[in-house]
């Protein structure tokens, strides 16, 4: 077993946890945590094959890591935002409270 | 090669070991706390891999920008006992069919041989000739993210 089948399979492991917690928890900013395991999961394993072919394949692969590291940052501020809402409406930021579009 | 391995391991257990507590925490600061070492873990994993300006990126934005903006908002937040209604036997379910379809495919898989070493150079000459427009829809969107989220967090005023 070589080294990208080590990260390939614990970079499986990291995104099984991160499945587990975002249907396993209804609070918010867990969830949040939860969505941040499965795009890192999904980043590593393409910085670890970006490590084993050819160097064309490898600058792309790098790049698009680049832009999903970006909007994953983007992502959480959005969500974050969102949250502070929730928590202002309800006092929990539990997702099974928001079921109304307009403010209660 | 040896040494490489062993800390390529070393870091891998790390990996997995904070993102098993940064999931099952009790407290949410401290998930927050162990999703940052996290993160920092997975920078340096980039950074052993060969992807030095990835590492250096990852440990800025996602460890100096996420983690602590989940931070300062916790801390900004009202403390309330949470309420914890979890769903862990439909988690563990969905997890074991995933592990199963995964499992099948991987089984067919063989591993990739090759290297390539990406220099920072080459990444910034192919990233800036290649694809500028990219770049500026990126920075178009997080405009656009900074005024809807300074609006949903400050609209009442």
């Known amino acids: ?104 | 090669m040896e040494l490489y391995l062993i800390s390529l391991l070393a870091i891998l257990s790390l990996v997995v070991l904070s993102a098993i507590l940064s999931i099952e925490a009790k407290e949410l600061m401290h998930s927050v706390f162990f999703l940052g070492v996290f993160l920092v873990t997975i920078g340096a994993l980039y950074i052993l891999l060969g992807a030095e300006f990835i590492g250096v990126i990852q440990i800025l934005l996602y460890a100096g920008g996420v983690a602590v903006l989940m931070l300062f908002s916790l801390m900004l937040l009202p403390r309330r006992g949470e309420k914890e209604v979890s769903y862990r036997i439909p988690a563990i379910a969905v997890v074991m069919i995933f592990i199963a379809m995964l499992f099948l495919m991987i089984g067919k898989a063989s591993p990739p041989q090759g290297a390539a070493q990406v220099s920072t150079e080459a990444l910034a000459l192919t990233l800036l000739s290649q694809y500028p427009l990219l770049i500026i829809l990126l920075a178009l969107l997080i405009v656009v993210i900074m005024v809807s989220a300074s609006y949903l967090v400050g609209g009442e005023r």
Do not use: C, P, W
């Open chain 1, 1 to 104: 077993m070589n080294e990208t089948m080590i990260i390939l399979y614990s970079s499986i492991i990291i995104f099984v946890i991160g499945l587990y917690g975002l249907i396993a928890h209804r609070n918010a900013i867990r969830m949040l945590i939860s969505i941040e395991l499965l795009l890192n999961a999904a980043n590593l394993n393409l910085v670890n094959f970006a490590h084993r072919t050819a160097l064309e394949n490898a600058l792309q692969a790098q790049i698009l890591t680049l832009f999903s590291i970006a909007l994953a940052a983007v992502e959480a501020a959005i969500g974050i935002a969102i949250f502070i809402n929730l928590y202002r409406i309800y006092g929990r930021a539990e997702v099974d409270l928001a079921r109304e579009l307009k403010e209660v």
